[in-house]
């Protein structure tokens, strides 16, 4: 079993920063993905961004947060990051973190099995 906590979100001005954190317990981040998702009122869950080892560190990113986001992780910490940059209201959501066995990020949500509570981050424009 994997616990998953996700915080660090708030509102935010447009073109500002927030970092969200997702701390998990039960299981070692390092050796598996973790994911992020976000879900605006109304719309699907949407894969954001993900982190993998599987030797190397792998990395995945949705198109529309490339350049702007950035995910990395402490494995001493066992807990995953996301760095959001110059945000915009469109990335206004509750965004989750997920976790798969899988070793290499994935954008179906299907295909993660244990999920967080998410934390709401509002973009103002």
């Known amino acids: 079993q994997v616990q998953l906590e996700e915080s660090g979100g708030g509102l935010v001005q447009a073109g500002g920063s927030l970092r969200l954190s997702c701390a998990s317990s039960?299981?070692?981040?390092?050796?598996?993905?973790i994911s992020w998702f976000r879900q605006a009122p109304g719309q699907e869950r949407e894969f954001v961004a993900g982190?993998?080892?599987?030797?190397?560190?792998?990395?995945l990113y949705a198109d529309s947060v490339k350049g702007r986001f950035s995910v990395s992780r402490d494995n001493a910490k066992n807990t995953v990051y996301l760095q959001m940059n110059s945000l915009k209201p469109e990335d206004t959501a509750v965004y989750y973190c997920?976790?798969?066995?899988?070793?290499?990020?994935?954008?179906?949500?299907?295909?993660?099995?244990?999920w967080g509570q998410g934390t709401q981050v509002t973009v103002s424009s």
């Open positions: 997920a976790h798969r066995l899988g070793i290499t990020p994935t954008r179906l949500p299907a295909e993660y099995t244990f």
């Open positions: 039960g299981r070692s981040v390092s050796r598996y993905t």
């Open positions: 982190i993998s080892w599987n030797g190397g560190l792998t990395t």
